[in-house]
């Protein structure tokens, strides 16, 4: 079975400052992870995804996230939060034996003029 | 190129009523997948199909939902009777045949609400 985790349901920041979203996975077998990103009135866009190549991803809109297995962890950064960024979070996962993907509860990020 | 659509946008039903769903994805993608966020939970997967056929219905929450594909093109999801709980978001997305990137491309979702 897979699960995700996300901390925190609602995040603020500064526009400027830096936006670190969390998010830890559970799998038994080797994962896939993706970050998607929901406007309002909007479907899920994918961010970025994580398929066993490079362990820092990098994303659209100057995104990245780091795979760290030791800490089942796939955290998404950005450097300066712009606020056009504000929207809904989400992680999941996936794998090469199922390919329906298991998200995390969301999170909300908001940025602050 | 058109992403994935779905229609209606919102539904608003009485319970014991009749709602059908419509996605249609991306030209040439064999993969389509339902999904559907309830109030306030994350989204859960419903089912996918691989052209016309059902590779994994695991996610369908009982019998009064039917999802088809026919001629794997279009698929509709039909909630019959609809219950107050079958309120939410339902997603579709579809994805490449071939390939490991396992890319989904969403929808915009339909909006149910069950009074």
């Known amino acids: 079975a897979q699960s995700v985790t996300q901390l925190g349901s609602h995040v603020s920041v500064s526009e400027g400052a830096l936006v670190l979203l969390r998010c830890n996975y559970s799998?038994?077998?080797?994962?896939?992870l993706f970050w998607y990103v929901q406007y309002p009135n909007q479907g899920l866009q994918l961010l970025l995804k994580?398929?066993?190549?490079?362990?820092l991803v990098k994303g659209i809109n100057g995104f990245e996230a780091e795979f760290k297995k030791s800490e089942t962890s796939f955290h998404l950064t950005k450097p300066s939060a712009h606020m056009s960024d504000a929207a809904e979070y989400f992680c999941a996962v996936s794998s090469a034996g199922r390919r329906a993907l298991t998200f995390g509860s969301g999170t909300r990020l908001q940025v602050q003029p | 190129e058109a992403g994935v659509t779905q229609f209606p946008s919102h539904s608003v039903i009485e319970k014991g009523q009749t709602v059908t769903l419509r996605c249609d994805p991306i030209?040439?993608?064999?993969?389509l997948y339902w999904y559907r966020r309830v109030m306030g939970k994350e989204i859960k997967f419903l089912l996918h199909?691989?052209?016309?056929?059902?590779?994994?219905e695991s996610g369908m929450p009982n019998n009064r939902f039917l999802a088809e594909r026919t001629g794997g093109t279009y698929s509709t999801l039909k909630v019959q009777p609809a219950e107050l709980e079958d309120s939410g978001v339902y997603f579709c997305?579809?994805?490449?045949?071939?390939?490991?990137?396992?890319?989904?491309?969403f929808g915009p979702g339909t909006r149910l609400t069950v009074t």
């Open positions: 199909f691989v052209k016309e056929s059902k590779q994994d």
């Open positions: 799998s038994s077998v080797p994962p896939y």
């Open positions: 030209s040439g993608h064999d993969n």
């Open positions: 994580y398929t066993s190549a490079a362990t």
């Open positions: 997305a579809s994805s490449q045949g071939t390939g490991s990137s396992y890319e989904q491309y």
